[in-house]
């Protein structure tokens, strides 16, 4: 009985490590992953509570930067062409949040122990983000295009304007699907 329950704890947090499948509905996502151990709607709708940010674009942000994977890193650059060499950035997890950025984040919240593949610390991270982007940007919170923009140049970024192509399209991206999400979340009740 002892070793039973051993392997369903052990099969039931393996489960939460992988990225989730049918990413393109928030409904199925917070299914998947919406148990007795942890809620990712309950973690997002909490984020939203505190600061503003709809849960639409909570999730459409993570969608965006990892597609819901808990470990996601940027592609490492090639030394001559084959030679697997740094990586761009240090981006990670479900937020891709910077090092430095994710640091400042954890002194400004206290939350020390915050990891960036833990879901709920993840999305509470772009929540606080967003609404930083509001406070330094004067971006509106459901305004899914911008905040993406700023979450991806950075505050100093977005103010000086410096948008490219990738970023926008990326912005473009958040925001369609944020879109998408609201109207998912309203048709399965949630």
Same mark, same amino acid.
């Given at each position: 009985? *002892? ?6 704890? $052990? ?7 992988? !990225? ?9 996502? =917070? ?14 709708? *909490?984020?939203?509570?505190? =600061? ?6 909570? @999730? !459409? ?11 996601? *890193?940027?592609?490492?650059?090639? $030394?001559?062409? =084959?030679?697997?060499? *740094? ?16 640091? %400042? ?13 833990? =879901?709920?610390?993840?999305? +509470?991270?772009?929540?606080?983000? +967003? ?9 509106? $919170? ?6 993406? $923009?700023?979450?991806?140049?950075? +505050? ?6 410096? !948008?490219? &192509?990738?970023?926008?399209?990326? !912005?473009?991206?958040?925001?369609? @699907?944020?879109? %998408?999400? &609201? ?8």
């Amino acid at each position: 009985m *002892k070793r039973a329950l051993y392997l369903v704890a $052990l099969l039931m947090l393996g489960s939460c490590a992988s !990225a989730p499948s049918r990413i393109n509905n928030v409904c199925a996502v =917070f299914d998947q992953r919406d148990g007795w151990i942890n809620s990712w709607y309950g973690s997002a709708k *909490k984020t939203e509570r505190e =600061f503003g940010v709809p849960v639409p674009i909570l @999730m !459409a942000t993570i969608y965006a930067e990892s597609g819901f994977n808990p470990y996601a *890193k940027p592609p490492r650059t090639k $030394l001559l062409g =084959f030679i697997p060499w *740094k990586r761009a950035s240090s981006a990670y997890g479900y937020s891709q949040a910077l090092d430095g950025t994710w640091k %400042r984040y954890q002194a400004e919240t206290g939350n020390w122990y915050a990891r960036r593949s833990n =879901f709920a610390d993840a999305v +509470h991270f772009i929540g606080w983000y +967003h609404a930083t982007s509001n406070r330094v940007n004067g971006i509106a $919170l459901n305004d899914p295009y911008r905040l993406y $923009l700023a979450y991806y140049l950075g +505050h100093g970024g977005y103010s000086r304007g410096t !948008a490219n &192509a990738t970023a926008q399209q990326g !912005a473009k991206r958040a925001a369609n @699907m944020a879109t %998408r999400y &609201a109207g998912q979340l309203r048709s399965c009740g949630r």
